[in-house]
Nanobody, 121 residues
Framework: QVHLVESGGGLVQAGGSLRLSCVAS???????IGWYRQAPGNQREMVAG???????KYADSVKGRFTISRDNAENTVDLQMNSLKPEDTAVYYC????????????????WGQGTQVTVSS
């Protein structure tokens, strides 16, 4: 069993920052945690992922603006989002999965409930 709880979403103006947090609890070891987002009418897309060892993966659209980090002792994964754009508006979901040696993030079917991020222009 995996339980994921997101927090930290909200409304921010373009150019602003938000920090999302995901608290994970599991009966087994989680290889990686990822953040996904889904805007209305769009497919859910991977934003960033981090392995238990600290390897990271970012979508091209957020490189240089978003930073993913994790605290293994606290079982939390944060997503620091800077220089936000209106196109970052979406529901953001935390996911438990795996980050391969080649850098591919593979989502397992464990998702949080999502947190809304809205960026106004």
């Amino acid at each position: 069993q995996v339980h994921l709880v997101e927090s930290g979403g909200g409304l921010v103006q373009a150019g602003g920052s938000l920090r999302l947090s995901c608290v994970a609890s599991s009966t087994f070891s989680i290889n990686a945690i990822g953040w996904y987002r889904q805007a209305p009418g769009n497919q859910r897309e991977m934003v960033a992922g981090i392995s238990s060892g600290g390897r990271t993966k970012y979508a091209d659209s957020v490189k240089g603006r978003f930073t993913i980090s994790r605290d293994n002792a606290e079982n939390t994964v944060d997503l620091q989002m800077n220089s936000l754009k209106p196109e970052d508006t979406a529901v953001y979901y935390c996911n438990a999965g795996a980050l391969s040696a080649s850098g591919t993030y593979v989502p397992y079917n464990y998702w949080g409930q999502g947190t809304q991020v809205t960026v106004s222009s």
